[in-house]
């Protein structure tokens, strides 16, 4: 896919999955040599940036260090020192002089990511809100990383596009592209999804899978903080900023769908969505609960349904159906359940549930050591456009078909960020009338 804003308004879903294929096969050609070669400087080492030091990248960065004797963090980038230097000292106290991040190596901003990128380091990890992932993303592809980026991978049309021809140069030039959609390095799910694949309840004809929890916490307005300030560090509540929850935490349970209809793209989407419990101004302005229903050109049907809503029954679980059986996952159980054409159990996990987080970095210094790219770009893509083709649906009120998510001119947020003014937007209503499309 062309960067050019002209080409990338005229990507069709045909041509999502005939570039990634062809993509593919380019990677296929790429000396594996030059996948491992970022570090190849005469020591064993594995030296990561982590950009974005919140609880997340903290986590994601122990995990790398625990993943390869080799790994070094010795760059660190952050918004806000605070975040950067709690998450330092506690990185420390978990690995010693593995974490070795001098002063001139500690970089905040908002520019603090490129300088990461520019510090001496071979992987890179992203954890910051999902706004800022693509450009980030971005950065770190071409200037030959190999990258470790947290889901969601953007929170816009315009992003998804970003991350997929990010995704395409990591495939060309073999540098790894994993992503911290962690449910794919669940074990327990691997198994199962392996023989739904291979036909243990026939065709697919419809997913259902939900996501109801409670809301995530809230930051009050300190003295001092400007507009800015404050969303960014309530950034889960602001649509710019997480993409609202059905694009920030349920997009694990619809990427399990996606999962599940082995990457085929739903064509379009609609659904309903609102906000009924959320209050002060620190909720921002996102909703509190959807329910969108994907539809695919195979007659299959795809439902997801989540809320943040304190006080109410939690679900997080997928029912598969099949021509021939029907299966039901619950992750965090872990309860995988296979069964076939009379209901009757045919297979269910029972083996070792490693923890899938530490799973994923093994998996992604194991690939870099051994000069085999590994790349989730086109899952990891999808996904988080399925999410947000959802929000647009239910902010729009119309029905959204997967061109009209991926070739959308709308991008959320600043065009420039500063800490300073920017008002709160409003909540957005369902008005049809709303729904940018690419030409419009
Ligand atoms: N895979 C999972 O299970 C999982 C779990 C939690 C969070 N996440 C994802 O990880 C990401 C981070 O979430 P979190 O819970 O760690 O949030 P967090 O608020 O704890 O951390 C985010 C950090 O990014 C920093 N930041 C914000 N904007 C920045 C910028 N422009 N440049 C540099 N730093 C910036 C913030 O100051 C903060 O320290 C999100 O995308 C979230 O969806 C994934």
């Known amino acids: 896919m062309n960067t050019s804003n002209e080409h ?26 030059l996948a491992s070669s970022a570090f190849a400087r005469g020591d064993d080492r594995i030296r990561v940036g982590l950009i974005g030091c919140g609880g997340r990248g903290s ?71 999902p706004h800022f992932r693509p450009e980030h993303l971005e950065a770190a592809v071409k200037a ?39 449910w794919r390095y669940n074990i327990p799910n691997r198994e199962c999804y392996a023989r739904l694949h291979d036909g243990a309840i026939g065709d697919i004809t419809t997913v259902h899978s939900t996501y109801l929890a409670g809301p995530l916490g809230k930051r009050p307005r300190q003295d001092g903080w400007s507009d800015m300030e404050w969303q960014m560090r ?48 620190e909720s921002g302005d996102i909703y509190d609960h ?45 309860t995988q359940i296979i069964k076939g054409p009379d209901n009757e159990v045919a297979w269910q996990y029972k083996g070792p549930n490693p923890n899938m987080y530490q799973v994923e970095h093994d998996e992604l210094f194991k690939a870099i050591r051994e000069g085999t790219p590994v790349n989730d770009g086109d899952f990891m893509a999808q996904s988080t456009l399925m999410g947000i083709m959802g929000r647009m649906a239910n902010y729009t009120g119309e029905s959204v078909t997967w061109d009209d998510a991926l070739n959308s001119p709308e991008r959320l947020g600043p065009e420039t960020y500063a800490f300073g003014d920017y008002p709160m937007p409003p909540v957005t209503k369902p008005d049809s009338a709303k729904i940018a499309k690419a030409g419009t």
């Open 290 to 334: 959807h329910a969108v229903l994907y539809e695919y050109d195979n007659g299959a049907r795809a439902f997801h349904m989540c809320r943040q809503i304190p006080g109410c029954w939690g679900d997080n679980t997928e029912y598969i159906i099949g021509t021939k059986g029907n299966c039901f996952v619950n992750s965090w159980g872990p």
């Open 144 to 182: 030959g990383k190999h990258v470790f980026t947290e889901k969601p991978m953007a929170v816009d049309g315009p992003g998804v596009r970003k991350v997929l021809e990010a995704s395409r140069q990591a495939k060309q030039q073999g540098t790894a592209l994993m992503s911290g959609f962690c």
């Open 234 to 281: 309530n950034w889960q509540h602001f649509n710019w900023l997480s993409g609202d929850h059905i694009v920030e935490q349920a997009v694990h349970a619809i990427d399990k769908i996606n999962w599940a209809m082995n990457n085929r793209t739903p064509v379009r989407c609609y659904g309903v969505g609102g906000r009924l419990c959320r209050e002060g101004l």
């Open 59 to 129: 986590g994601a960065a122990q995990q790398a260090l625990n993943a390869d004797p080799g790994v070094v963090l010795v760059s660190m980038g952050d918004a806000f020192s605070d975040r950067l230097e709690n998450s330092r000292t506690n990185l420390v106290k978990h690995a010693g002089e593995r974490v070795n991040v001098p002063p001139d190596q500690r970089f905040v901003g908002f520019d603090a990511y490129q300088k990461v990128i520019d510090s001496d380091v071979d992987v890179v990890i992203l954890a910051t809100p």
């Open 8 to 33: 990338a308004n005229d990507v069709s879903r045909r041509r999502f999955v005939t570039a990634s294929t062809a993509a593919v096969g380019a990677a296929a050609l790429v000396s594996p040599a």
